[in-house]
């Protein structure tokens, strides 16, 4: 025997004359009964358990992470673009013969008709503006007023369809529409009267007085955007161009388009219609900042829970090792009789990528199920935790979001089969390149 017999043992004539088909049945047969083979017989089922749970929690992490996540950006976008204008057009400001600097648009109507001609624009509204204080029931507050038509109210989505309405918007030319927060603020409901006063009031002979008057309030609306029903009250038009000494004229004309997303795709078209001496300011131009501070959190949880799945991956890896080490008898014998490298490192492959598939599609079920009803989970949460969980003055909208999105949920499953995959092929192939011989010599 020559002096290098041992050492080409694996290349000599008890290797198989032909090459089996990559994860042949027995291959599969192999791994299976390895995986649910007892710590007794060399086996390592309880860290193969451990394995799943640990990959199933992680990828049920991440998704339920990224739904809630959606779900937030979802939500933040929806009441912005639905409860205020996708883009406000204004005057570029004109000097009057006082000193005062005005933005008024006198012709607005004109200009309207020329913003809502742009293809893809949904409506262009006139409106007046102000910021005045707002009593009712011994209270006070600070509120914003905006002067709108019956009609134009009713085309902006979240007031055509509220979270909450109470009383009748069809008398909107009767009174006033407030939002939910400021009506809790007032201590005010449908049919009560409440004063605003402006310090921009009537002009007399020893100055400026203050403008008090008393509306009714016929209608309360919650958008479920906390800053919006905390200040906002809507006023007729007309009656906003006399209380705010805007005779003839408007303050801006607010714009929504069809795809409020590729708003940039519209700003040079609406500065073409509308004419010179306009400025344009964007939903993104207002909430850019924002959007941009959730995307950077959205990767930076991203990266986080990664990670975690990292973590619940390298079980499989020690789980593998130690499986290998049980085996190596086996291992031997596999391939005493034929078997190749490739074989043994695809059963091993098998044992991991197993766990890791497992893991993973019952992380992903776990994962929607949680997305989907949220509701019930955070109600649970929420009794539990004797209530008060949800804060909107804290977080600006009404309700827990979750929102299930394909790419999220590819995401998650393909980095989770990534890392299972990625972690078995260490262990896998130190189990292919094991020496039959040593494998044997003790045995």
């Not at 088909?21 to 309880?46: D, H, Q, T």
């Not at 009789?337 to 059963?347: A, F, N, P, T």
Request: hydrophobic letters at 50%; glycine letters at 10%; aromatic letters at 8%.
């Amino acid at each position: 025997m020559s002096p290098n017999s041992q050492t080409d043992y694996s290349h000599n004539a008890y290797a198989p004359s032909g090459r089996t088909a990559p994860f042949a049945r027995f291959e599969w047969m192999i791994a299976w009964r390895y995986l649910r083979a007892r710590r007794s017989e060399g086996g390592i089922s309880v860290m193969t358990l451990i394995s799943l749970i640990g990959i199933a929690l992680a990828v049920f992490a991440l998704i339920a992470t990224l739904a809630v996540r959606a779900g937030f950006r979802f939500e933040f976008v929806d009441t912005i673009v639905g409860a205020n204008a996708h883009v406000e057009v204004t005057s570029v400001g004109q000097v009057l013969p006082n000193g005062q600097l005005t933005r008024t648009l006198a012709d607005y109507e004109a200009i309207a008709a020329q913003l809502a001609a742009v293809p893809g624009v949904v409506r262009a509204t006139p409106v007046i503006k102000g910021q005045v204080m707002a009593a009712g029931s011994g209270r006070n507050a600070g509120v914003e007023v905006i002067g709108i038509t019956a009609s134009d109210l009713a085309t902006i989505p979240r007031l055509a369809e509220p979270e909450l309405s109470l009383g009748d918007r069809d008398r909107f030319d009767e009174g006033l529409a407030i939002g939910s927060g400021v009506a809790r603020q007032l201590g005010v409901g449908v049919g009560d009267r409440i004063r605003l006063i402006s310090p921009n009031g009537v002009q007399t002979a020893f100055g400026t007085s203050p403008r008090v008057k008393a509306y009714e309030v016929v209608h309360i609306f919650q958008v479920g955007r906390w800053d919006i029903d905390r200040v906002r009250v809507y006023m007729p038009f007309a009656e906003a161009q006399a209380y705010f000494n805007r005779a003839q004229v408007a303050d801006a004309i607010e714009v929504a388009v069809i795809e409020p997303e590729r708003i940039d795709d519209f700003t040079l078209p609406l500065l073409s219609a509308g004419g010179e001496d306009l400025l344009l300011w964007t939903w993104k131009d207002s909430s850019g900042a924002f959007l941009r501070a959730l995307q950077m959190e959205d990767n930076i949880m991203f990266v986080i829970l990664s990670i975690l799945v990292l973590i619940a991956a390298l079980n499989i890896t020690s789980g593998l090792i130690m499986l290998v080490k049980n085996k190596g008898r086996d291992i031997g014998i596999l391939r005493t009789v034929g078997l190749s490298e490739g074989s043994i490192l695809r059963i091993f492959f098998i044992c991991g990528a197993s766990v890791g598939v497992v893991g993973t599609a019952i992380g992903v079920v776990l994962g929607c199920l949680f997305a989907i009803y949220i509701d019930p989970v955070f109600n649970l949460v929420n009794a539990v935790a004797g209530g008060g969980v949800w804060d909107p003055s804290i977080r600006y909208i009404s309700a827990l979001p979750a929102r299930l999105e394909l790419g999220d949920v590819l995401s998650a499953v393909a980095l989770s089969l990534t890392l299972s995959f990625g972690v078995t092929i260490f262990p896998a192939r130190r189990a292919a390149r094991m020496n039959p011989v040593e494998a044997l010599r003790y045995e």
